[in-house]
């Protein structure tokens, strides 16, 4: 038997303006970091999953106390889709609103769900998405 993981436990995304991107995604989230430095602020993006916004450039290997954790970085346009309840699709809209974020697309799925698009301030494509979307969700 192939053992099947849980879930995506964290996303990186690399930032340009790290405190600039951070205080966007408290405020979209609602949330205050569980960790946070010049070199990474770690959110809660819900049930068990972490959301690691690194300063651009500055995550380099770290020697920790218990084992080194690789290097790592990235760049260009590249996307995050955070799953909503169906039932609180409206409420996402008026918040977005609320927040002067302009939401750039609406989809509606033929297999029933609907995904909100919008861009953070580095211009990455954000999501939101209620349960259709794909099989597994």
């Known amino acids: 038997m192939i053992p099947r993981v849980q879930r995506i436990l964290e996303t990186a995304l690399y930032c340009a ?24 602020v770690a959110l809660d993006a819900g049930h068990g999953t972490v959301l690691l916004l690194f300063q651009h450039g500055n995550s380099v290997a770290l020697e920790t106390q218990g084992g080194l954790v690789p290097g790592h970085d990235g760049s260009g346009p590249v996307h995050i889709a955070f799953a909503i309840e169906r039932a609180h699709l409206a409420a996402w809209e008026s918040r977005l609103a609320h927040l002067g974020i302009e939401i750039e697309s609406r989809v509606q799925w033929e297999s029933g769900g609907t995904s909100l698009y919008f861009r953070d301030p580095e211009g990455r494509s954000v999501e939101l998405a209620t349960p259709g979307i794909w099989p597994t969700y």
Do not use: K
């Open 17 to 40: 303006d790290l405190a600039q991107t951070a205080a966007f995604y408290q405020q979209l989230l609602n949330v205050t970091p569980m960790l946070s430095g010049d070199r990474l």
